[in-house]
């Protein structure tokens, strides 16, 4: 073979060679043109089989999606049926009459075809056990939040509902009153600050708030259906302030508190203190419970807990109320 037919006979030439064999085509192109139709026949050929090759793996292709697909719905559709099943389990024995939103519908298939775990499955059939019972019970938002909600901090979030309160002015309001006392306590079962702060990061409960109690007005709270009112320590304070509450007492727990002790002597004839006696009127009417208080969709969501109370922290709490003037008593 000539060096020419072995240069035309190279299967990847570079361009500056295809250049060549362009430029002198015709004066040998008697040498190339069998080269040339060869070639052509064999990318022909190649390219014949590579577009067999090519069918072949698109059918594969589109088998495994198609084999990919059906798995993932029939996988759905397991999840689906299984958390409609294991919702007969938590219906109660009469159900409102009104209709489930149909956008509702779609929203929840849609959110809870995905999970397989146990214990999110039987989370989403207790919703929808509970919107069926209820329409309006759950709203889209608790929805989309209880998706990304994984397992770990579902846990985390049941361990605070024995924990909880109910304020009767919020219908659905759900709060976990703490002192550094049951803080303590709590932290025994692995509630630490951090797990509140996290719970709060994903939506849950709001941190760091407040209840006033006045004293001409105490609040009813019901901690698991139990009822219990929460007013200001007259007593408590009396032995903490006893001039301070001796002289608020006979006067007017409003009354601006002179300006000095001598003010006080002469206007009153009492001897007690400035000091005492803003104590005792600051003790009287500005006793705070602190709080961590739940979303709405924390609210709705602790309503399926199924806790039970915890008398241990029920009078941890109650104990170290009286530490700030604050009494607890259980209603009838």
Known sequence: ????????????????????????????????????????????????????????????????????????????????????????HYLPNTVSKEGVDEDWIAQFFEHCQDVSNEQMRTLWAKILAGEVAEPESFSLRTLNLIKLLSKTEATLFSMICPYLWSNEREESGELHLYTPATKELITKVGLIDLAFIHLQSIGLIQLNTSMMIKREKPITLFYHGKAYQFSVDEESIARQYPAGYSFLKRNEPNLNIPASPFELEEKYGETVSKVEAIYAKEALHNRQLHAYILTDSGSQLAHLSGAQSDGNYLATLTNSLKEFHIKVEAEN
């Open 1 to 88: 073979m000539s060096d020419l037919n072995a240069l035309l006979d190279l299967k990847g030439l570079t361009e500056p060679v295809s250049k060549l064999i362009d430029t002198v085509g015709s004066a040998v192109g008697v040498l190339y043109e069998p080269t040339r139709i060869r070639r052509k026949a064999e990318a022909e050929s190649d390219a014949a089989l590579i577009s067999a090759h090519g069918q072949i793996e698109i059918q594969e292709l589109a088998a495994h999606a198609s084999e990919r697909l059906n798995a993932r719905e029939m996988r759905r559709q397991r999840n689906i049926e299984s958390v409609v099943v294991e919702s007969t």
